[in-house]
């Protein structure tokens, strides 16, 4: 926060509702539901493109999609799954949940935290309208040089991925810096670092992952820029570049954005499976410590991705073992959940249903992991519906899981409300199912010889029935999806019968302790933490449950002023980016012109 | 019992799913190698899923017992609040790691045999274009397309690399894949032990039609690879430039009238500026450096696929893909400076079925 | 800090360091990041340009519309010179600090001033590089090594401009009155900024200039 005007105090109250409420917030809380819808649409626009994909493949040679039509959605859906779904999932649970779990009024830099966003929405809408120009990305998510040159790409395709994400790599880091600093300076006292709840500690190491992989890959994207708009010959081979670079820098980034996606989810199931266990996390410090070193390996393991590029035996030997290595600290993970169910009570409810499913499916992605993890068999796997299998199970049965039990598990404190538990387990049982009927088959299709990213296969090599079998099995998520869908709408139409009490599951961290929804300030008293579970401990001293927290009158509490210049600066942030494809350099003057106006307004700005 | 009829109909699911995965017909599939290379890549597969199985039925029967085990009602005592068991800890640390060692080994092992390049192997080279295969044969003096033909117990190595974007040489019955790029060679090699026509198909997203760019290893007697070879030389692009002694064997000129109006609108019409064609002034041409170069047309009637694999080589499916290759296969670099009269098509048509 | 109540809403950070400094350093670790992948590409082509101009060897360029024998397009003594002028004015701002600190209005305004031209110097010598060494025929695409060298250093560039820019604007506050002691940390943290851009060169500049 700046100090610099804090003379400034006691400015009028704002509105607090209303488009301009929203479109000037600096409270976390919400932000972190702005995150939380906008990433849910992308999530099942995300869906769709899947779902299109897939009605494509229910038969061989197919007519519903062309070529470019396919190619266009398969990327699309990569890209939008990673960079507009997952990640800004895990953004609106750091946002919502870190202030409250660590005892803070806000983020520490509140304003920050709103032009990620704003830059998020933007960069997100950007990339999605290339739709409207028939000319959405098209090379794959991980678009792969010299395919993305311009020689072989000369539409617009390619630039609207290569803008889109610089743009989305600025809310990243932005975000990363706000949130770890965040969580290193805003703990409550007595909130030391090993007190802190898992879903913190992973979201930190996911930010310290944040700050060191995106550099790389915004400097990736500027060589693919600059090939593209003024002709260097980074990725060209004929002017002396080397497409490899492109891969070496992608996965140095890509690797540990593997670990962003599933860190958090990690950090979810950790919090969930304690609380219905009613037993504490088995292993608090083997769980840190793992969590740690998996992302330490991450940044030592990128080749694996290249192993079918003939590396040399010495590298594809390094790169294969220090890969087979990060599976101790995952299996560390795995049995130290099991040993936190092991002798607990479980309480069956939606949430845990989640998070059961999570374990059970990231297991399988986790042993696919392995077997790719060894070159030979790597040779036959990669780039074939095996490996989409694989992270699948990882990224479906595994982040998507723990979000949606996350969901369930967090609403009531969100929206005051509860979500209803019978559809809720009934999604589950349809999620569960569909899920292994959509990609335990493509195990199969990849073995026997189907490579991905392809908009069509030939009959007669078998893969008919395997693909309509996923064709099904993708409907059947539709299915889960809408019914979750349902349920929001159910239980928001009776939200007044069924309020969410303060501390609906008897939860162990701080953000039970105070009413659901949370008033604007978190918490009327910054909180003392003595010990790791405060909250179970303050019921233990209390010998039973606590007295429902009361709302409380807060004019007396200090809190930031909107502000609508983190907005102003995160759209010339744009349409500096958005310059290069489209009118040049005015246009970056333009885009620049606004940005310095918004930040400078921004910095001399009282705050409040 | 909502839990058990669910898991229980899932549980059934993938074991039909199973069952079904694993029999059948599968010319495509990784899971019957017929090759040494394949073979040892198999080995070391096979023996990573039987560990991945032994782990996978140990924690999922672990995390089953725990749910239907620990089953608690709201209103239990509290259960012991344990934090950890540093014993149990370090012992679920050192299994995975003991089992692990036990993949790395072969892993290392296979690493190591398969990275050794055979030297008494012949050696083809292996070209990806956009959407198609191109295979030369420098000591035997053939280039041609799609069809990859090898003897059966002989040793080749593929030297392989790509004309334009990255593609990958996928051969599952017999090696693996292997990424090709313009600036170096990467390479290959198998021994094939069964004869007979063997799919594969690119296996790097390599543009618009990656789908569409298939390949097949024809695995054949010695004798007959010999005759094929024989064939295949004559007037081949690599016999003036490559190493073996040129073929003076001409074919001999067309006579049918309606075949040499063929050969002349193959001449005028620019096809040869892309196909290399025995009997035509530009026979020898490779095009190297041309990104639009297409597949050496002199033999065309010997090969069973047509424009990257896509479809079989019949005289209805010719006469399509001249009619407008944009329309079959969109995107491809076969580019017809004007559309052909039916007249045209059905003359050059009738000439590309005399090239054998 | 007399407002209390503003010190309601943020306690004494966990760590007792302020939270606007971590953000710098948090940002900074950050950009090291940035650096390396330009630097690691700068020395992956090395010595990959099919044609010239070169850093330091003759070679074979285009220049006036025909081929022909270029000499290196470096000037170590003007670089070297500017390195001097930017690691001196890390030491002006560490003066200029010290006299925020101690309330030396004079001392602050003087030496932020002397960083302020140091940093402008800097720019000014990289922008003369530049049009320099595009007249030796050495443009953007011309070669990979142009490539990566523009690109590093220019991004470098920009982190001086952007550095130049937050100084300035500290200045224009010193010389208004607005920076007394209590507000160093203002100019504290694009000191620390500024120091790492200086840091930043202190290796591109051994690296890409110095070695052969």
């Not at chain 1, 919400?30 to 995300?46: K, M, P, V």
């Not at chain 1, 779902?51 to 190619?71: D, G, V």
């Not at chain 2, 540093?86 to 072969?106: G, K, N, S």
């Not at chain 3, 330091?56 to 000499?71: I, K, N, P």
Request: aromatic share 14%; net charge neutral.
């Amino acid at each position: 926060m700046a100090t610099s005007a804090r003379e400034h105090a006691h400015a009028p109250a704002p509105s607090k509702t209303g488009l301009w409420s929203w479109l000037t917030t600096v409270d976390h809380k919400r932000i972190g539901i702005l995150y939380g819808a906008s990433a849910f649409i992308f999530f099942l626009i995300g869906g769709l493109e899947a779902l299109l994909i897939r009605w494509q493949l229910r038969i061989p040679e197919n007519n519903f999609l062309s070529a470019e039509a396919y190619n266009q959605l398969f990327t699309m859906h990569g890209t939008t799954m990673v960079f507009l779904a997952v990640m800004p999932l895990s953004a609106m649970l750091f946002n919502y949940l870190i202030p409250l779990m660590i005892g803070a009024r806000d983020v520490a830099f509140p304003r920050l935290n709103a032009f990620s966003y704003w830059v998020f929405i933007l960069g997100g809408l950007f990339m999605n309208a290339s739709f409207l120009f028939n000319a959405a990305p098209d090379a794959g998510w991980f678009g792969y040089a010299n395919l993305t040159s311009k020689q072989y790409s000369p539409g617009m395709n390619v630039d609207f991925w290569v803008i889109g994400l610089q743009i989305l790599g600025v809310a990243s880091l932005a975000a990363a810096v706000n949130f770890f600093v965040t969580i290193i300076n805003l703990r409550a006292p007595g909130m030391k670092l090993m007190r802190m709840p898992m879903f913190v500690w992973m979201s930190m190491i996911t930010q310290v992952l944040l700050l060191l992989a995106f550099p790389v890959i915004t400097v990736a994207l500027v060589f693919l820029l600059t090939d593209r708009m003024f002709g260097t010959g980074f990725y060209i081979p004929a002017q002396g570049g080397d497409p490899i670079l492109w891969q070496h820098l992608f996965w140095i980034f890509g690797h540990p954005e593997v670990y962003i996606l599933i860190l958090p989810p990690f950090g979810i199931v950790s919090e969930i499976l304690p609380v219905f266990s009613r037993k504490p996390l088995f292993g608090y410090a083997a769980m840190v410590f793992s969590g740690a070193f998996i992302a330490f390996l991450g940044f030592g393991v990128w080749s694996h991705h290249m192993f079918s590029t003939g590396l040399g035996p010495i590298a594809d030997s390094v790169f294969s073992l220090t890969t087979m290595l990060i599976a101790i600290p995952t299996g560390v993970k795995i049995f130290n959940w099991i040993g936190t169910l092991w002798g607990g009570s479980l309480q069956m409810k939606t949430p845990l249903y989640y998070a059961l499913g999570f374990i059970a499916l990231f297991v399988i992605g986790g042993l696919s992991g392995v077997m790719h993890a060894s070159p030979p068999a790597d040779l036959q796997q990669t780039d074939t519906y095996f490996v989409v299998a694989h992270f699948h199970y990882v990224l479906f049965g595994g982040a998507i899981f723990a979000m949606v039990g996350g969901a369930f598990y967090w609403w009531p404190k969100m929206f005051g409300y509860m979500l209803r538990e019978g559809l809720g387990k009934v999604q589950f049982w349809i999620m569960f199912i569909a899920m292994n009927l959509t990609f335990f088959p493509m195990h199969y299709a990849g073995l026997h010889g189907m490579p991905r990213r392809t908009y069509t296969y030939v009959a007669g090599l078998g893969l008919d029935w395997l693909n309509l079998v996923e064709t099904i099995g993708s409907l059947g998520l539709a299915v889960a999806f809408t019914l979750f869908m349902v349920n929001i709408f159910v239980s928001f139409r009776g939200r007044k019968a069924n309020p969410a009490p303060a501390d609906p599951w008897n939860g162990a961290t701080l953000e039970w302790s105070i009413p659901s929804p949370p008033q604007e300030f978190n918490f009327p008293e910054i909180p003392t933490v003595e010990g790791r579970d405060p909250l179970w401990t303050a019921k233990r001293k209390h010998g039973g449950p606590l007295p429902e927290p009361k709302r409380v009158d807060g004019s007396n509490i200090h809190l930031p002023n909107p502000s609508y210049w983190p907005l102003v600066t995160a759209i010339g942030m744009s349409i500096m980016l958005i310059g290069f494809m489209a009118g040049g350099l005015p246009v970056n003057l333009i885009g620049v012109a606004i940005l310095f106006f918004g930040a400078f307004r921004w910095a001399f700005e009282p705050t409040g | 019992m909502r839990h058990r009829s669910g898991l229980l109909t899932l549980f059934l699911m993938l074991t039909v799913i199973g069952i079904a995965g694993c029999g059948g017909d599968y010319p495509q599939s990784t899971l019957t190698p017929l090759g040494d290379f394949a073979r040892m890549v198999d080995d070391v597969f096979r023996g990573t899923v039987r560990w991945a199985l032994v782990v996978f039925v140990l924690v999922e029967a672990a995390l089953l017992v725990a749910i239907f085990k620990f089953r608690g009602k709201p209103d239990d005592a509290e259960p012991d609040q344990v934090h950890g068991n540093a014993m149990v800890e370090v012992v679920w640390t050192i299994i995975p790691a003991v089992i692990l060692a036990f993949i790395a080994v072969p892993t290392v092992k296979t690493i190591f045999r398969t990275a050794e390049v055979p030297t008494d192997a012949m050696e083809i080279e292996v070209i990806g274009h956009q959407w198609w295969w191109e295979f030369r044969y420098p000591t035997e003096g053939v280039v041609t397309a799609t069809e990859m033909h090898v003897p059966v117990g002989q040793k080749v190595v593929l030297k392989m690399r790509t004309a334009d974007v990255l593609h990958s040489f996928w051969v599952p019955q017999f090696a693996a894949k292997r990424d090709v790029f313009q600036a170096r060679y990467t390479t290959l090699w198998f021994t094939a032990d069964t004869v007979g026509w063997f799919p594969g198909q690119c296996a790097e997203f390599c543009g618009t039609q990656h789908a569409r760019m298939h390949s097949w290893v024809v695995v054949e007697s010695p004798e007959e690879f010999a005759a094929w070879t024989a064939a295949q030389r004559v007037g081949s692009p690599l016999v003036n430039g490559g190493v073996v002694a040129p073929d003076t064997t001409v074919p001999a000129p067309p006579v049918d009238s309606v075949v040499i109006k063929g050969q002349d609108a193959f001449v005028a019409g620019g096809c040869i500026s892309c196909h290399a064609m025995v009997g035509t002034p530009l026979a020898g041409q490779l095009f190297e450096g041309n990104t639009n170069a297409g597949p050496n047309l002199s033999h065309v009637a010997s090969r069973a696929r047509l424009a990257g694999g896509m479809f079989e080589n019949t005289e209805a499916n010719l006469r399509r893909w001249l009619s407008d290759p944009q329309l079959v296969k969109p995107n491809t670099n076969m580019k017809l400076p004007r559309p052909l009269t039916d007249d045209e098509i059905a003359t050059l048509v009738a000439y590309l079925q005399t090239r054998r | 800090m007399s407002h209390a109540d503003a010190h309601a809403m943020h306690p004494p950070t966990a760590t007792g360091l302020d939270t606007r400094k971590l953000a710098i350093w948090t940002f900074i670790g950050s950009e090291c990041l940035f650096f390396a992948s330009l630097i690691s590409t700068y020395l992956v082509y090395k010595g990959k340009s099919l044609v010239g101009p070169l850093p330091h060897d003759a070679s074979q360029c285009m220049l006036d519309g025909r081929m022909q024998q270029c000499e290196g397009v470096f000037e170590i003594p003007l670089v070297t010179f500017g390195t001097a002028v930017l690691l001196f004015s890390s030491y002006f701002v560490v003066k200029a600090l010290s006299g925020a600190q101690r309330g030396n209005r004079k001392q602050l305004i003087g030496w932020l001033s002397a960083t302020v031209v140091g940093g402008l110097f800097f720019v000014g010598m990289q922008v003369y590089e530049f049009y320099h060494f595009f007249h030796k025929g050495l443009g953007y695409t011309t070669n990979v090594f142009s490539a990566s060298f523009y690109t590093l250093t220019g991004f470098h560039g920009t982190h001086v401009t952007l550095g130049v820019i937050w100084l300035s604007t500290v200045l224009v506050l010193a010389i208004r009155g607005k920076l007394p002691p209590e507000k160093a940390l203002n100019l504290e943290l694009a000191a620390l900024y500024w120091h790492f851009v200086d840091v930043v060169w202190i290796v591109i500049f051994p690296v890409v200039y110095l070695m052969k």
